[in-house]
């Protein structure tokens, strides 16, 4: 959710595009109330969800291009390392201007882009943004609210669509979710959204407290703020509160966040009992909850920013959905910036049908749909953990279009959250069989199987690849130190503003010392790190298991123990430490407490000796 800070300057060729969207031919008309209003779609925008992030295509000087629609952000940006991929130049934004997310603020700079096409339309010299971190596997930034605004929007993403509308004939009393019959049920709430590219903010109550809530397609999961959350009786401490890791976005920082129980969510005339939500550390400014796409997903809506409205209908399902989330105390490639943790969910009880089952797929029983309906809602499907479904639905898509390997590759993605390696590496080697320079599938087909293919992926990828942070612990698995060190040198290079940089400078510190390699550098990475570590943090005690690897190649065994102590006390489970801490005391001569410690690592990592000795650490 970046929000624009001390703005001094209009950039006046968006709206000549958003005009050239509105005139690309002749409006798509859906009337209500027996021809009295008309809505006039004036596009509709295929979307692909990659895990929660919903994206669109685009192009870039003629370059096929992602972005995820980022309804929270009142701009389009693009990442610093992904203008550098692109060969974009890029110039001082004006005194005072930068960006501020929900993990703090950062410098923003601005580049031209000499061809920007998006849905057909094509305009030349059009500035985006260039700030922050890269927050979404396989985009180049996100398309925000200068975009989105200057129509009404319907967000149909468990289709995999996005559509904009434009109203014509309709007051402020014409109920404008066109898709609901007179015996369904929908909710209506009021919205907010006077500022000029702003964001939709809306009402709700948490356990009796209202809560102004600011509808967030990238937010990637509804979040409700620690100071609302404690307006509602709810706090890191309470009965039922555990760790949810840490969050980032285009700010620098890292956020503390936590799974909490909520008694009753409502909204419009919707109300989920025995939630479980995200609660974070940060501050929303107007707001304070992001509604993010796993209500996205659950929900049609339609954001009327001409009445200043906003229509929704629930499809079936879970609606703050947490159980096929990954749990880990760092960011990685493969999943989101967000670190999630396994947590119930719920589905509305009042206001929608109860214990309905997701919508499945029309294009299942349609025959006039083609291969891609099939894989965007397929991928719709498997974000919200609909598997069985998404799995017919991405299977068709390979069937009528058995040339194309992205649905291969998506279908492979899909057989890997459901824990089947097989297939997956099957639907791996057909990708890249057609396709034999995809990165990405390269990249994953060396967790299966081939790790010849991070070679190839390394000499295919662009420098600036963000893949690069994914591929350097892909390197570490396969032992092969050295490899892993430059991926992070690579990545690090080009992503010095994200907020993951203390992930990869503490990674990079461990394979250093792993290695036995540049210890100086080795411990000038992991200070760095420690900077930014929250005192008593999962990430606090990771940097510490780091800085005693370091301490122990160096010899300073006092201070590789104090390390590993102050790791072993916050994270008791992390193997690494209690073999290292083994180790230390083994050559102080203090034989049984290091054999003691030994036995506890074998006893979490039966194979950790193993690991330690193929790079000359023995007892």
Same mark, same amino acid.
């Not at 509105?22 to 990659?50: D, H, N, R, W, Y």
């Given at each position: 959710? *970046?929000?624009?800070?001390?703005?001094?300057?209009?950039?006046?060729?968006?709206?000549?595009?958003?005009?050239?969207?509105?005139?690309?031919?002749?409006?798509?008309?859906?009337?209500?109330?027996?021809?009295?209003?008309?809505?006039?779609?004036?596009?509709?925008?295929?979307?692909?969800?990659?895990?929660?992030?919903?994206?669109?295509?685009?192009?870039?000087?003629?370059?096929?291009?992602?972005?995820?629609?980022?309804?929270?952000?009142?701009?389009?940006?693009?990442? *610093?390392?992904?203008?550098?991929?692109?060969?974009?130049?890029?110039?001082?934004?004006?005194?005072?201007?930068?960006?501020?997310?929900?993990?703090?603020?950062?410098?923003?700079?601005?580049?031209?882009?000499?061809?920007?096409?998006?849905?057909?339309?094509?305009?030349?010299?059009?500035?985006?943004?260039?700030?922050?971190?890269?927050?979404?596997?396989?985009?180049?930034?996100?398309?925000?609210?200068?975009?989105?605004?200057?129509?009404?929007?319907?967000?149909?993403?468990?289709?995999?669509?996005?559509?904009?509308?434009?109203?014509?004939?309709?007051?402020?009393?014409?109920?404008?979710?066109?898709?609901?019959?007179?015996?369904?049920?929908?909710? &209506?709430?009021?919205?907010?959204?006077?500022?000029?590219?702003?964001?939709?903010?809306?009402?709700?109550?948490?356990?009796?407290?209202?809560?102004?809530?600011?509808?967030?397609?990238?937010?990637?999961?509804?979040?409700?703020?620690?100071?609302?959350?404690?307006?509602?009786?709810?706090? *890191?401490?309470?009965?039922?509160?555990?760790?949810?890791?840490?969050?980032?976005?285009?700010?620098?920082?890292?956020?503390?966040?936590?799974?909490?129980?909520?008694?009753?969510?409502?909204?419009?005339? &919707? &109300?989920?009992?025995?939630?479980?939500?995200?609660?974070?550390?940060?501050?929303?400014?107007?707001?304070?909850?992001?509604?993010?796409?796993?209500?996205?997903? !659950?929900?049609?809506?339609?954001?009327?920013?001409?009445?200043?409205?906003?229509?929704? $209908?629930?499809?079936?399902?879970?609606?703050?959905?947490?159980?096929?989330?990954?749990?880990?105390?760092?960011?990685?490639?493969?999943?989101?910036?967000?670190?999630? !943790?396994?947590?119930?969910?719920?589905?509305?009880?009042?206001?929608?049908?109860?214990?309905?089952?997701?919508?499945?797929?029309?294009? $299942?029983?349609?025959?006039?749909?083609?291969?891609?309906?099939?894989?965007?809602?397929?991928?719709?499907?498997?974000?919200?953990?609909?598997?069985?479904?998404?799995?017919?639905?991405?299977?068709?898509?390979?069937?009528?279009?058995?040339?194309?390997?992205?649905?291969?590759?998506?279908?492979?993605?899909?057989?890997?959250?459901?824990?089947?390696?097989?297939?997956?590496?099957?639907?791996?080697?057909?990708?890249?069989?057609?396709?034999?320079?995809?990165?990405?599938?390269?990249?994953?087909?060396?967790?299966?199987?081939?790790?010849?293919?991070?070679?190839?992926?390394?000499?295919?990828?662009?420098?600036?690849?963000?893949?690069?942070?994914?591929?350097?612990?892909?390197?570490?698995?396969?032992?092969?130190?050295?490899?892993?060190?430059?991926?992070?040198?690579?990545?690090?290079?080009?992503?010095?503003?994200?907020?993951?940089? *203390?992930?990869?400078?503490?990674?990079?510190?461990?394979?250093?010392?792993?290695?036995?390699?540049?210890?100086?550098?080795?411990?000038?990475?992991?200070?760095?790190?420690?900077?930014?570590?929250?005192?008593?943090?999962?990430?606090?005690?990771?940097?510490?298991? !780091?800085?005693?690897?370091?301490?122990?190649?160096?010899?300073?065994?006092?201070?590789?123990?104090?390390?590993?102590?102050?790791?072993?006390?916050?994270?008791?489970?992390?193997?690494? !430490?209690?073999?290292?801490?083994?180790?230390?005391?083994?050559?102080?001569?203090?034989?049984?407490?290091?054999?003691?410690?030994?036995?506890?690592?074998?006893?979490?990592?039966?194979?950790?000796?193993?690991?330690?000795?193929?790079?000359?650490?023995?007892?």
């Amino acid at each position: 959710m *970046p929000e624009f800070v001390r703005a001094t300057r209009v950039f006046r060729r968006w709206t000549a595009l958003t005009l050239r969207l509105g005139l690309l031919g002749a409006f798509t008309t859906q009337s209500l109330l027996a021809g009295e209003c008309k809505l006039g779609k004036i596009i509709e925008f295929p979307i692909t969800m990659v895990d929660l992030r919903p994206q669109m295509t685009a192009k870039i000087n003629g370059t096929d291009v992602r972005f995820m629609v980022d309804s929270g952000s009142f701009f389009s940006i693009i990442s *610093p390392a992904s203008a550098a991929e692109l060969n974009l130049s890029t110039y001082s934004a004006p005194f005072g201007f930068f960006l501020r997310g929900v993990n703090g603020s950062t410098s923003t700079s601005i580049t031209k882009v000499k061809e920007f096409t998006l849905a057909g339309a094509s305009l030349h010299n059009i500035e985006f943004l260039v700030a922050g971190s890269q927050i979404d596997r396989g985009s180049v930034g996100v398309l925000g609210q200068n975009v989105l605004h200057f129509a009404d929007v319907e967000y149909d993403l468990g289709q995999g669509v996005i559509r904009l509308f434009k109203p014509a004939g309709c007051g402020s009393k014409v109920k404008l979710a066109y898709w609901v019959d007179r015996s369904s049920p929908y909710s &209506e709430i009021d919205i907010e959204s006077t500022k000029r590219y702003s964001s939709a903010i809306g009402h709700a109550s948490i356990n009796g407290t209202d809560v102004r809530v600011l509808f967030d397609s990238g937010a990637y999961v509804s979040t409700l703020t620690l100071k609302a959350a404690a307006r509602a009786g709810i706090r *890191p401490d309470s009965p039922g509160v555990v760790p949810g890791g840490t969050s980032g976005g285009f700010g620098r920082d890292m956020v503390s966040t936590y799974i909490a129980p909520v008694a009753s969510f409502k909204i419009g005339d &919707e &109300e989920i009992r025995h939630a479980r939500l995200r609660i974070g550390d940060f501050d929303l400014g107007d707001a304070d909850m992001l509604i993010g796409p796993d209500f996205f997903l !659950s929900h049609r809506i339609y954001v009327a920013n001409s009445q200043q409205k906003l229509y929704f $209908t629930y499809n079936g399902g879970p609606v703050f959905n947490l159980k096929h989330l990954s749990n880990g105390a760092a960011p990685s490639a493969t999943d989101s910036p967000v670190t999630p !943790s396994p947590a119930g969910d719920a589905a509305p009880v009042s206001g929608a049908a109860q214990d309905r089952p997701p919508e499945e797929s029309k294009a $299942t029983a349609a025959d006039n749909v083609d291969a891609a309906d099939f894989s965007r809602r397929g991928t719709a499907m498997a974000a919200r953990g609909d598997y069985d479904h998404a799995l017919t639905a991405l299977s068709r898509a390979c069937e009528l279009a058995p040339d194309n390997p992205e649905y291969f590759y998506q279908r492979s993605r899909l057989y890997l959250r459901m824990g089947n390696r097989v297939l997956a590496a099957k639907d791996l080697d057909e990708t890249l069989r057609l396709n034999p320079q995809l990165v990405t599938a390269l990249v994953a087909r060396a967790e299966t199987a081939a790790a010849a293919d991070l070679d190839t992926a390394d000499r295919t990828a662009a420098k600036q690849e963000d893949l690069r942070y994914e591929m350097a612990a892909a390197y570490e698995r396969t032992d092969r130190i050295s490899a892993a060190i430059a991926q992070y040198d690579l990545w690090i290079a080009a992503h010095e503003a994200d907020y993951r940089i *203390p992930y990869a400078l503490n990674s990079r510190c461990w394979a250093r010392a792993f290695g036995g390699a540049d210890l100086s550098l080795a411990l000038k990475d992991c200070n760095a790190a420690l900077k930014r570590a929250k005192k008593g943090s999962s990430f606090y005690a990771q940097v510490a298991d !780091s800085r005693g690897l370091v301490f122990l190649r160096l010899g300073d065994y006092p201070k590789s123990i104090a390390e590993y102590d102050a790791s072993i006390a916050i994270a008791p489970k992390i193997a690494w !430490s209690w073999y290292g801490r083994g180790i230390d005391k083994l050559r102080q001569h203090q034989t049984a407490a290091g054999d003691a410690d030994i036995a506890q690592a074998k006893s979490l990592v039966p194979t950790i000796a193993e690991a330690f000795a193929r790079h000359g650490i023995e007892r």
